[in-house]
């Protein structure tokens, strides 16, 4: 069941951020979790090991109605270095899929729909927006001392490329936002090297060489705080072992899968989201939870093979319990849910309860 979701699509990204959250998320009751936390996610106690990825939880405020809400892992939005502009409106849109998005589907391309309904998938498409990092620093500071026993706020970055595309200049980037986050004392960090919303063809995760140098050049500079990359779904195992190989070691997890890309257009051919750039983008939701399970399997699978201890966190389609127990089940240290999530501010008590 679909509930009054906690990001308002209907609206756009700057009165969701500075008015929301809505629906459930606007005024929780408190959540009362019983017994002790007795999870250890990457040295935290957890009470479950359930959380909102890097996305819906635009500022403080959503991240601490999360918490409140029985979420016990909450990611604060990917931010940057500097102020950025978000893609325009809207940013989140239905897309018509009944059963799971294949890769042949994805490179075809999608359809939009007016309704959210369940199962529901979304595109969705902000370009990672941020504010300068003296408002987000002393925003995520007060949400990351809000975390209650049991849980856990994540800081999430991304380094952003100059025009004159020099890559130390990039990789300095990615090194400062490490040290901007870290300052605000969150015990977890997450860098997202998967973000389709760019207008960049290529995904930073794919290439394996700059994973590994950025990966080593924050680890330099953050020490023994844990570090999560955030990747997208690889088709190519050969690859994918190639990456674990390589940075396997020297970070502390590996989230996976971000969204699937795809050319999203409306009924009557359309472009269903506005400005260039911007045919393609991250479809999420019930149609790429076989993205997100199989990926985990792998990580798994590699992560045995290769002697190898990161955490695995599985994202994709979750909205319910039996999903959480299938992600536990493929290996997933911890599991999340954006969009399942969003439209069910409750699913975490909801998980909790069936369990
Ligand atoms: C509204 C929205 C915003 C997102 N923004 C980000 C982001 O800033 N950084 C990031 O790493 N992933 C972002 N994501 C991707 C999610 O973290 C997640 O990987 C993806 O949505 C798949 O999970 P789901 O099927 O539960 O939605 C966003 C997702 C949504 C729905």
Redesign the pocket.
């Known amino acids: 069941m679909l509930r009054d979701p906690f990001?308002d699509p209907g609206k756009s990204y700057e009165e969701n951020y500075g008015k929301g959250p809505f629906g459930a998320f606007r005024n929780p009751e408190k959540y009362q979790n019983k017994g002790e936390p007795e999870y250890d996610f990457l040295g935290n106690k957890v009470y479950l090991p359930f959380g909102i990825?890097?996305?819906?939880l635009l500022n403080g405020r959503f991240v601490k109605a999360a918490l409140d809400s029985g979420f016990d892992i909450a990611v604060y939005?990917?931010v940057r270095t500097g102020a950025y502009p978000c893609n325009a409106f809207p940013n989140?849109v239905a897309v018509d899929l009944d059963g799971d998005l294949t890769l042949e589907q994805a490179k075809k391309g999608i359809i939009s729909k007016g309704d959210y309904e369940a199962p529901l998938s979304?595109t969705?498409s902000?370009g990672?927006p941020s504010t300068d990092p003296e408002i987000w620093q002393k925003d995520l500071e007060e949400a990351v001392k809000y975390a209650g026993a049991g849980q856990v706020v994540v800081g999430?970055f991304q380094g952003t490329k100059k025009g004159d595309g020099n890559v130390n200049a990039f990789v300095a980037d990615f090194v400062l936002g490490a040290r901007l986050v870290k300052e605000t004392g969150a015990k977890i960090l997450e860098v997202?090297f998967?973000?389709p919303n760019e207008g960049t063809a290529h995904l930073m995760c794919f290439d394996i060489g700059m994973v590994r140098r950025v990966s080593e050049a924050i680890k330099n500079e953050i020490g023994n705080t844990p570090l999560i990359i955030?990747i997208a779904y690889y088709e190519d195992q050969e690859a994918l072992k190639k990456l674990i190989s390589d940075v396997g070691s020297i970070i502390d997890g590996i989230s996976a899968?971000?969204?699937i890309g795809s050319a999203v257009r409306k009924k009557n051919g359309e472009q269903a989201l506005p400005g260039e750039g911007r045919l393609v983008s991250?479809v999420?939701?019930q149609a790429?939870k076989w993205a997100?399970l199989e990926m985990t399997g792998r990580l798994r699978n590699l992560r045995d093979e290769l002697g190898m201890k990161f955490a695995i966190v599985g994202?994709?389609?979750?909205s319910g319990a039996e999903d959480f127990k299938k992600y536990h089940e493929a290996g997933a240290d911890a599991v999340?849910?954006?969009?399942?999530a969003?439209w069910n501010p409750m699913l975490a008590q909801e998980i909790k309860k069936e369990l």
């Open positions: 990001y990825p890097a996305g819906p939005k990917t989140v979304i969705n902000f990672v999430s997202n998967s973000c955030k899968i971000n969204t991250g999420c939701g790429i997100g994202v994709g389609g979750v999340m849910s954006a969009t399942g969003m």
